[in-house]
């Protein structure tokens, strides 16, 4: 089945600083989704992505969608606090089961004030 | 609008017990989906329903798992009997239709420990 690889697993990073992180998957998604998931709850959609090479920002946050549509990176800008938790790239295909997301395995980030 | 709600939010059970969580999706959305997600992973697809039917169960331990949609709205999902391995967090999402671009709106889940 479809596999996605997120890196880095972790990041401890100083407030202030940019933050990126990526995933690959070994076959083509139609779409990306970037999501934040903060302990004991679900995960919260970030941003959206819908066409290869689109590259999409959601205030401190941007994203973009690989041109292989086999890639996807998010970057945040200028930490804070409570960008603190663990973000998982998702990708997922036109309709029917196959508009099933396929998750990564996360970035847990942690941010020191 | 009112999000995806979820019960319990937590639930301790010894092995070969049975157990029952249940799932109210936003109102209006046809698509209720639930994910398993094991501590350290991403969410991973057990079923898919379309108001009261199966889209897609491929991954579903049928032998243990069950999950149902009677009447297109809310839903449970039971597994009897329980394995250890089962502790997990159970993630019920919906959306608007099938395959609808852009994700799902996910409820937050219930913890599962299995002792």
């Known amino acids: 089945g479809q596999q996605l690889n997120q890196s880095p697993q972790s990041m401890f990073i100083q407030e202030g600083e940019d933050v990126s992180m990526n995933c690959t998957s070994s076959?083509?998604?139609?779409?990306w989704l970037w999501y934040k998931q903060d302990p004991g709850e679900g995960p919260v959609l970030l941003i959206a992505?819908?066409?290869?090479?689109e590259l999409t920002s959601n205030g401190r946050l941007t994203a973009q969608f690989g041109i292989t549509r086999k890639d996807s990176f998010l970057n945040i800008s200028a930490s804070i606090p409570s960008d603190v938790g663990i973000y998982f790239c998702a990708g997922q295909n036109y309709g029917g089961s196959q508009g099933n997301l396929i998750f990564g395995k996360g970035t847990k980030l942690s941010v020191k004030p | 609008e009112a999000g995806v709600a979820q019960s319990p939010r937590y639930k301790i059970i010894e092995k070969r017990q049975s157990v029952a969580f249940w799932c109210n999706p936003i109102?209006?959305?046809?698509?209720l989906y639930w994910y398993q997600q094991i501590l350290g992973q991403g969410p991973k697809l057990l079923i898919q329903f379309q108001n009261n039917g199966v889209v897609d169960d491929s991954q579903l331990p049928k032998d243990r798992f069950s999950a149902e949609r009677l009447k297109g709205v809310d839903s449970t999902l039971k597994i009897q009997p329980a394995k250890l391995e089962d502790s997990a967090v159970y993630l019920c999402a919906s959306s608007f239709s099938q395959g609808s671009l852009g994700g799902y709106t996910f409820g937050s889940g219930t913890r599962l420990t299995v002792v």
């Open positions: 076959s083509i998604f139609n779409t």
């Open positions: 109102s209006g959305h046809a698509t």
């Open positions: 992505l819908y066409k290869a090479g």
